[in-house]
């Protein structure tokens, strides 16, 4: 089966920047995704990660080390809409199957 | 672009009884769809993996004769719940993809309650 690890929680301030680690063991890695997810809402895409580095998409950015089995969300100018829970996910296989970690709720507080 | 709907976003029916989700991909043709189910303060799980024209793939523990799966075209994927029960109440999220290993855009979700 695959392993994917991520904090449960985290808290920061309006304005600051935060960094959400994902740790993941699998085979027949394709990706990396992140999505964000409010409560009672579905997850909304954010980010994509197939090759090493980092990619960034206006306040966010997104980090991948696939030797390492590592990803990183960065958010940055935190605002309160951001409190949500974050989704790390990794494709695999050629059916491209996405398994979800248990994500981390972000909360954002002024 | 990259529009997923999911129809009806939420419905209400007695145990027993059968709920047939649409979803459907509004401006680009997928060729994969994915089922996932989501309880309460937990993570999505995969229930099936539909490709058009195929069978669908399931999860071991997803009961493919309970959850029935039909992809018949590009844009549209159908999950059945068939004589569903209390336990069956839950958050349906489905997801679509141009091909297998590309991004998955989610549909809204479905709320299921069933009474």
């Known amino acids: 089966g695959q392993n994917i690890d991520q904090p449960t929680e985290m808290t920061a301030t309006e304005g600051a920047i935060v960094q959400i680690n994902c740790t993941y063991q699998t085979s027949g890695f394709n990706g990396l995704f992140w999505y964000q997810q409010h409560a009672g809402e579905a997850p909304t895409f954010l980010s994509y990660?197939?090759?090493?580095g980092l990619e960034e998409k206006g306040r966010f950015s997104s980090f991948l080390s696939r030797s390492k089995g590592y990803s990183y969300l960065l958010l940055k100018e935190l605002q309160m809409k951001d409190s949500a829970s974050y989704l790390c996910a990794v494709s695999v296989g050629r059916a491209g199957k996405s398994t979800f970690g248990d994500g981390t709720t972000l909360t954002v507080k002024p | 672009g990259a529009v997923v709907s999911q129809h009806p976003s939420w419905v209400i029916c007695k145990s027993g009884t059968s709920v047939k989700i649409e979803c459907r991909s509004l401006?680009?043709?997928?060729?994969?769809m994915f089922w996932y189910r989501q309880f309460p303060k937990q993570s999505l799980m995969l229930m099936a993996t539909s490709n058009e024209g195929s069978k669908a793939t399931y999860e071991q523990g997803v009961e493919k004769d309970k959850f029935l799966i039909n992809h018949a075209s590009l844009t549209l994927s159908t999950l059945t719940v068939t004589s569903a029960h209390p336990e069956d109440s839950s958050f349906y999220i489905c997801?679509?993809?141009?091909?297998?290993?590309?991004?998955?855009?989610f549909g809204p979700g479905t709320r299921l309650t069933v009474l």
């Open positions: 401006d680009f043709q997928a060729t994969t």
């Open positions: 997801s679509a993809s141009a091909t297998s290993t590309d991004t998955q855009y």
């Open positions: 990660n197939v090759l090493d």
